[in-house]
């Protein structure tokens, strides 16, 4: 992926907002199945928002590839969670157990997806990180100690999980999971996934957005976009330093040759007014 610092990425544009799943969906399909061929497990970062809603067909995407899933080998942790109970309207992975989970034909085993402790809600939002991140490493420990893939989506203002523009934790370097007490973003404490966890301990990272409030991001975010071998994928390099907290990922994982990780946008067109291809 490093070669003299220029960073290759993939981007994949949907039609429209509707025709994202089904980009997205098959590289999770992929990237699942060799996962399992190397390891037998798959672990996977989600993040809640809009996220949820475009994974719902996944399954489709499986069928579709003749691959067998195996939800029993998942493992799924939070990108980023607000430090609210489950049952709390901005929980994410409450977003992700009602629209996602509880949807599947062949669930993920409930042991298997984890959430933050609630009982450490009491004691302070570091209390919850740190106790997070020992869930973390222990998840990564089936999986030969990186995280297979983390979905993430990316906002108007190219924050990521809960990364956000100008804020101290872009610079934390040892915790792979943080907490927030100031988010720009309500509610204001949460707890986050961090650069060392998705550079050094990420195999894959696929970021998903749609509409028009994302254009400006996109925008920014590349130095080359060539066309690639179908009409709606695009050869990128991210751009240094990254204009945005969303760019600052860029996934190598230790131990591991530049093979086994990769980087995809996958947008809708709406995201990409204003985008120059580089002929």
């Known amino acids: ?3 003299s610092m220029v960073y290759k990425a993939r981007l994949v544009v949907a039609e429209s907002k509707a025709e994202v799943a089904a980009c997205l969906n098959p590289l999770i399909v992929k990237i699942c199945e060799e996962s399992m061929k190397e390891r037998g497990v798959f672990t996977i970062a989600l993040s809640g ?10 399954e489709d995407s499986f069928e579709a590839a003749e691959v067998d899933p195996c939800f029993d080998k998942w493992h799924v942790i939070l990108a980023d969670e607000r430090c609210v109970t489950l049952d709390h309207p901005d929980s994410n992975m409450g977003s992700l157990q009602a629209k996602l989970f509880s949807k599947l034909k062949s669930p993920i085993p409930p042991t298997q997806i984890y959430p933050i402790q609630e009982q450490k809600l009491n004691d302070s939002t570091a209390a919850v990180a740190q106790d997070y991140e ?10 030969s100690g ?23 934790l872009l610079e934390e370097n040892e915790k792979w999971v943080a907490p927030i007490q100031d988010s ?27 509409g028009a409030s994302k254009a400006p991001v996109i925008q920014a975010i590349f130095d080359s976009v060539k066309p690639a071998e179908t009409s709606t994928n695009y050869d990128v390099t991210i751009k240094e330093p990254y204009p945005y907290p969303c760019a600052g990922v860029l996934p190598a994982p230790a131990g591991e040759n530049e093979h086994s ?10 995201a990409t007014e204003g985008l120059e291809i580089t002929k």
């Open 1 to 3: 992926q490093f070669n």
């Open 49 to 58: 928002g809009s996220l949820p809603s475009f994974l719902v067909v996944m």
């Open 134 to 143: 020992q869930t973390v490493r222990q998840v990564l420990q089936k999986s």
């Open 146 to 168: 990186n995280l297979d893939l983390a979905v993430l989506g990316l906002g108007p203002d190219g924050h990521t999980c809960s990364l956000f523009p100008n804020h101290a």
């Open 184 to 210: 720009p973003k309500p509610p204001s404490c949460r707890i986050t996934l961090t650069y060392p966890l998705l550079n050094t301990r990420t195999r894959h990272a696929i970021f998903c957005g749609a």
């Open 261 to 270: 990780s990769s980087l995809t946008y996958v947008v809708d067109k709406d």
